[in-house]
């Protein structure tokens, strides 16, 4: 670290994806030297500008005069969500947390497949956030292809895991994807506590497509590293990695085989351990021993 600054690193990293295990490593070690949390996201994120500045002359058309940076998208990550789904052309994507980001996919779904089919499937915590996002389609002829889900936030299980989150579970997302199997998730919500969006890929990933592409925003704070973090280690994502543009850009892999622990945790401390139960133990250390280190991040979700 001693010859480069940090703003200097981002720079040259903006175009550059890197394995999220480095970056947590960095800002591990400014943690260590400045006890500061959320550095990377508070001094080196982008600033706000207009949606006239879009890469896509469509979308900078449709976006013009709207603020992006602050609570929506910055202007970078929306460039590369777009380059990436008209490149891939997915069948459905898949979002949590709704507003500018439900505008940009439901705009570039309609380029790539025209009208007549729900493609965009976004879980929205609140009503007025959802209105608001109503009339921006309207406004622009996209509410056709755009379908809302209300869950708001609450304290959530999923498996094993307590922590802040959509009050929406797997069944039910499965009821509201019907037949879809998303190919592209864009994890951009909810606003919430540490932790809020741990349950996000959890309860969607039963329904992806097998080879879908996990995006998550915000993710140069604590709290989304921390998610990532453990979202690997339990295998709902594969080869995290995070690109240093606009707030931080997580991209990975689904996970083909995430670890299940809620049989192993509701059989603890009910006479002689098997093998599962030991292993989750052996899991609970690990989580246990996050949550007690002085300056790593500490996990988004509490072990039952
Ligand atoms: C990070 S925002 C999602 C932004 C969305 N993906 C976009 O690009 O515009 C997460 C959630 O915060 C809430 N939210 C959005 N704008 C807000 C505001 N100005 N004040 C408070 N909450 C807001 C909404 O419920 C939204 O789903």
């Known amino acids: 670290m001693s010859n480069f600054d940090v703003p200097s690193l981002m720079v040259a990293l903006r175009e550059h994806p890197v394995p999220l295990s480095h970056m947590i490593q960095l800002r591990d070690v400014i943690f260590e030297q400045t006890g500061r949390s959320n550095f990377l996201f508070a001094a080196c994120r982008d600033g706000e500008a207009d949606g006239s500045t879009l890469a896509d002359p469509e979308l900078a058309e449709a976006l013009s005069g709207v603020a992006l940076g602050q609570w929506p998208m910055g202007v970078s990550a929306i460039d590369s969500w777009a380059a990436a789904v008209l490149e891939r052309k997915p069948a459905a994507v898949l979002e949590f947390g709704s507003g500018v980001s439900t505008v940009v996919s439901a705009v570039l779904m309609r380029r790539i497949h025209g009208t007549g089919a729900v493609r965009v ?18 406004a622009l002829g996209l509410n056709d292809l755009v379908a809302i889900h209300i869950a708001p936030v609450e304290r959530t299980l999923v498996d094993a895991f307590d922590s802040s989150g959509y ?17 592209m998730v864009l994890i951009d919500g909810p606003f919430g506590g540490y932790g809020a969006r741990f349950s996000t890929l959890p309860v969607a990933h039963p329904w992806l497509a ?14 989304e590293l921390a998610i990532a973090h453990w979202w690997t280690v339990l295998g709902y994502l594969s080869e995290p990695s995070l690109q240093f543009t606009a707030k931080g850009i997580v991209r990975g892999q689904r996970g083909d085989s995430p670890r299940h622990y809620a049989q192993a945790a509701a059989g603890l401390g009910r006479g002689e351990l098997q093998g599962g139960e030991a292993e989750y133990v052996l899991f609970k250390m690990r989580v246990q021993a996050a949550a007690d ?7 988004p979700f509490q072990a039952r």
């Open 167 to 183: 009050a929406v579970t797997a069944e039910q997302m499965g009821s509201f994807l019907g037949d879809v199997r998303p190919e």
């Open 293 to 299: 280190a002085s300056t790593g991040l500490k996990p």
């Open 210 to 223: 097998e080879d879908a592409e996990i995006w998550m925003d915000d993710a140069l704070r604590d709290s």
């Open 121 to 138: 499937f976004s879980v929205e915590q609140g009503e007025e956030a959802a209105a608001q996002t109503r009339a921006r389609l309207e």
